[in-house]
């Protein structure tokens, strides 16, 4: 299984990106999806997940900014964020809590390679 994020880039204060994480693999079914970050100096932190059927949570630094969505056709998570702040500069990570064929219904935890998103004045 590998999960495939793109999308980042450097864009200016208040602009917009939309991050793509795409699942691949020998996938049963994909449960919760979502994304985190983790800013220079800082942990990773936990930015909007969604469950597969559309249920959402998003930190309060981005409430009203940004926007997670999925199309579970395509195993597919997206990541819209608009207002952006100096602040939001950080690597971004996809994540996915699968179940892969084969494993007797056991759920894994994936990590996509992380795409970065800067934030310029």
């Known amino acids: 299984v590998q999960l495939q994020a793109s999308g980042g880039g450097l864009v200016q204060d208040g602009g917009s990106l939309r991050l793509s994480c795409a699942a691949s693999?020998?996938?049963?079914?994909?449960?919760?999806m979502g994304w985190y970050r983790r800013a220079p100096g800082k942990q990773r932190d936990m930015v909007a997940t969604?469950?597969?059927?559309?249920?959402?949570r998003y930190a309060d630094s981005v409430k009203g900014r940004f926007t997670i969505s999925r199309d579970n056709a395509k195993n597919t998570v997206y990541l819209q964020m608009n207002s952006l702040k100096l602040e939001d500069t950080a690597i971004y990570y996809c994540?996915?809590?699968?179940?892969?064929?084969?494993?007797?219904?056991?759920?894994?935890?994936?990590w996509g390679q992380g795409t970065l998103v800067t934030v310029s004045s």
């Open positions: 693999g020998s996938i049963f079914r994909v449960n919760d």
């Open positions: 969604i469950t597969s059927s559309g249920g959402t």
């Open positions: 994540n996915a809590r699968l179940v892969q064929v084969g494993s007797g219904l056991n759920e894994d935890n994936f």
